[in-house]
Each structure stands twice: as structure tokens, then as C-alpha cells.
């Protein structure tokens, strides 16, 4: 090779040497990967550190109202109850040893304050006196939104269909366990409820739901309701308003209630 090539590929090297070293110095350093995004914040999951649970004071006695619950019967009279005939109507019920008590054909009765979503406790005695069987048995029934019900009856060693029994949803779900005490005795709902959502135009965006305790014993475990409650057609969604009365049924049998208090969830 002659010495002039020699320099020339030298050179040409040195060059290629050069322009590699430029071309890596300009190269960016490989970055880390950045940190992942938090999860969306689920409601109830995380809770927000900014602000305290509300404080509620227990009653001294368990059953009795808290301190935040609204009390719709005291055992003294019916003064915050009409007639659901047309709403207007002092109730015509009895009161009689510090329960209200049915009074047969004078239809059912609402409280005259609305309420959507609601923790509810109120206790029912069917009568002590057993008359007749099945469905006209000790039958009665809580209607939160004055629409969809929990039923009331003598569920005590009598035969009746399943989503009929103390504890169902009516005509939709059957109770979890027959925890209904004997004729005559004081029975416990503790129930959790949830209003159905519908958006401007009527449409249904979420079904209510019940969580229901009898005497204690889970009943219903936060099951969604199909519509009203109806015994002679199929259940449906209609809108209506956002605050609605809770309604006790006259179904003509001598049943009681007491303790009726509401903690509103909305």
C-alpha cells in the first residue's frame, strides 16, 4: 500500500471514529419509565383524609334511637302520620300501649315527611291470637318510598309462598332465614335502603336495594328491587320523586308497630 493511501484511509478512519463519538454524545441517556398513574380513588375504598366521619351518639339502650335519627313514632300518638288515601288525612289508626295498631278498613298510613335512601328500625308484633292461615295471617307491610315493601306477617310454623314470607321483598325475593318470633311477640327490622336513580327523562340509572336484618338475622343482603312491589303484576320502574313517605300497610289484620326511626343516607 503506498504511503499516500496509508494516509488516506487513516484518515478517513479517524473520520468515521470522530463523527460515531459526536453521534453518541448527542445520544439521549435511556430515561427511567415513569412512575404508574394512582388507581381512580373508589368511593368508600380510600377514604378522604381531609374529612372526619360525622359523630353520632349511640343510645343507651341498643334498638333506641341515635342521636342524628328522625323519629317517626314515640309510642304516643300519630301526629307525624296521615292516611295514604290522600295524604292529608290524620291517620286513623290506634295507638294502644305505646304501639300503633292497624285499624282494619281504614286503609294504610304514611309519614308526612319523605325520605329517599334510609337506615330503618322498626318493630312489629302480629297478633297474639291466631286467625286464619297463609297470607291472612298477621299480614301487614313496610313501604320504604311508599312503594317497595318488606313484608309483615305471621311467618311462625305457617305455610305460605317463599317471596311472602316475614323478611322478602314481596313477590321478588324470599328471605334468607325465617327469623319471625311467635305470634304476639315484638319482632325487629333493621333494614338499609337505597333509592332507585333515574335520570331527567325517567330512564332507571340504578334499582334500589335492600339490606334487611329480622330479629337480628340477616334477610336480605343488599338484593336490588325489581320495581314495585305489586301482587297482581309484574314489577316495574316508573320515576318518581326523590323524597317519598314510608307507608304502613292495612291489610285487615290487628298488627302493631312501634320504635319507628330513620337515619336519612342522603
Not at 108 to 135: D, M, N
Not at 200 to 222: C, M, P, S, W
Amino acid at each position: 500500500m503506498s504511503s499516500v493511501l496509508f494516509r488516506r484511509v487513516s484518515l478517513s478512519a479517524a473520520l468515521g471514529l470522530a463523527l460515531a463519538a459526536t453521534l453518541f454524545a448527542q445520544t439521549p441517556a435511556p430515561q427511567a419509565p415513569a412512575p404508574a398513574a394512582p388507581p381512580a380513588r373508589v368511593p368508600g375504598q380510600m377514604p378522604d383524609p381531609s374529612k372526619e366521619p360525622v359523630v353520632v351518639t349511640p343510645a343507651s339502650t341498643l334498638g333506641q334511637p341515635p342521636s342524628d335519627a328522625i323519629v317517626l313514632f314515640d309510642g304516643k300518638d300519630l301526629s307525624g302520620w296521615v292516611s295514604q288515601k290522600d295524604g292529608k288525612t290524620p291517620a286513623a289508626w290506634d295507638v294502644v300501649d305505646g304501639a300503633m295498631q292497624v285499624k282494619p278498613k281504614t286503609g294504610g298510613i304514611q309519614s308526612k315527611q319523605g325520605f329517599g335512601s334510609v337506615q330503618l328500625h322498626i318493630e312489629f308484633a302480629t297478633p297474639s291470637v291466631v286467625k286464619g292461615s297463609g297470607q291472612g295471617r298477621g299480614n301487614s307491610g313496610v313501604f320504604l318510598m311508599n312503594t317497595y315493601e318488606i313484608q309483615v306477617l305471621d311467618s311462625y310454623e305457617n305455610k305460605t309462598y317463599f317471596h311472602g314470607q316475614a323478611g322478602s321483598i314481596y313477590k321478588q325475593h324470599k328471605p334468607l332465614a325465617n327469623a319471625v318470633r311467635k305470634p304476639g311477640e315484638w319482632n325487629v327490622y333493621d333494614i338499609v335502603f337505597h333509592a332507585p336513580k333515574f335520570d331527567e327523562d325517567g330512564k332507571l340509572l340504578a334499582r334500589a336495594t335492600f339490606t334487611a336484618f329480622l330479629n337480628g338475622i340477616l334477610v336480605q343482603d343488599h338484593v336490588e328491587v325489581m320495581g314495585v312491589t305489586a301482587h297482581d303484576r309484574p314489577p316495574y320502574y316508573e320515576k318518581h320523586a326523590d323524597k317519598l313517605p314510608l307507608g304502613l300497610q292495612d291489610h285487615g289484620d290487628l298488627v302493631r308497630f312501634r320504635n319507628i326511626w330513620v337515619r336519612p343516607l342522603d
